[in-house]
């Protein structure tokens, strides 16, 4: 069993940072990727960003040069530095754990609000 926590989500305004966190605890096997996936009001959950354990990143274009993902595989921990935020940015972000078998879990979600 995978267990997924985030943190980190707020408000803030227009131009602001904020960072999230998502600690994943349980029978974690090597070779995963983690990753931020975001759902605004009235949309489908969008990627945002991956990263694989060995450090290969992607980024949706809309985040690209204001987001960055990391992650600390000792603690199996993956962050999102969100800077230069954007009233578009607003939505409910869910941390993912892919494994090489297909198998995929999720957190349960954190809001992040920006306000113009």
């Known amino acids: 069993q995978v267990q997924l926590v985030e943190s980190g989500g707020g408000l803030v305004q227009a131009g602001g940072s904020l960072r999230l966190s998502c600690a994943a605890s349980?029978?974690?096997?090597?070779?995963?990727?983690m990753g931020w996936y975001r759902q605004g009001p009235g949309k489908q959950r969008d990627l945002v960003a991956t990263?694989?354990?060995?450090?290969?990143?992607n980024y949706a274009d809309s985040v690209k040069g204001r987001f960055t993902i990391s992650r600390d595989n000792a603690r199996n921990t993956v962050y999102l530095q969100m800077n230069s935020l954007k009233p578009e940015d607003t939505a409910v972000y869910y941390c993912?754990?892919?494994?090489?078998?297909?198998?995929?879990?999720w957190g349960q979600g954190t809001q992040v609000t920006v306000s113009s």
């Open positions: 349980g029978s974690i096997f090597s070779g995963n990727t």
């Open positions: 990263i694989t354990s060995g450090g290969w990143t």
């Open positions: 993912n754990l892919l494994f090489t078998t297909g198998r995929a879990y």
